[in-house]
Nanobody, 120 residues
Framework: EVQLVESGGGLVQPGGSLRLSCVGS????????MSWIRQAPGKGLEWVST????????YDRASMEGRFTISRDNAKNTLYLQMNSLKSDDTAVYYC?????????????WGQGTQVTVSS
């Protein structure tokens, strides 16, 4: 059974940092691209970042202005999202999602999400 379990969310002040983690199990983690997608309160889903199966290529939402960095450790079956200079607009539930085998932009499994709240 494919499982994706996120952690690392919480309450942080504007300008602060958080690192989200996502541990994958039940599949060959190093064989697929992985992504982060978020949903702010009352809004739709928003793609944040994607990383290739080997970590060699990353794609980031331009509006993040380089504040977020996606990475992965295939030896630990873990995906990360380092978030710096957080703003109130970054408040959202962050989901770890698995790319379909052989695809970067189609996703099939989602984690349960981790809440990030940016507030003073």
């Amino acid at each position: 059974e494919v499982q994706l379990v996120e952690s690392g969310g919480g309450l942080v002040q504007p300008g602060g940092s958080l690192r989200l983690s996502c541990v994958g199990s039940g599949f060959t983690f190093e064989g697929v691209a992985m992504s982060w997608i978020r949903q702010a309160p009352g809004k739709g889903l928003e793609w944040v970042s994607t990383i290739s199966w080997d970590g060699g290529v990353t794609y980031d939402r331009a509006s993040m202005e380089g504040r977020f960095t996606i990475s992965r450790d295939n030896a630990k079956n873990t995906l990360y999202l380092q978030m710096n200079s957080l703003k109130s607009d970054d408040t959202a539930v962050y989901y770890c999602v698995r790319g379909l085998p052989g695809s970067t932009w189609y996703w099939d499994y989602w984690g349960q999400g981790t809440q990030v709240t940016v507030s003073s």
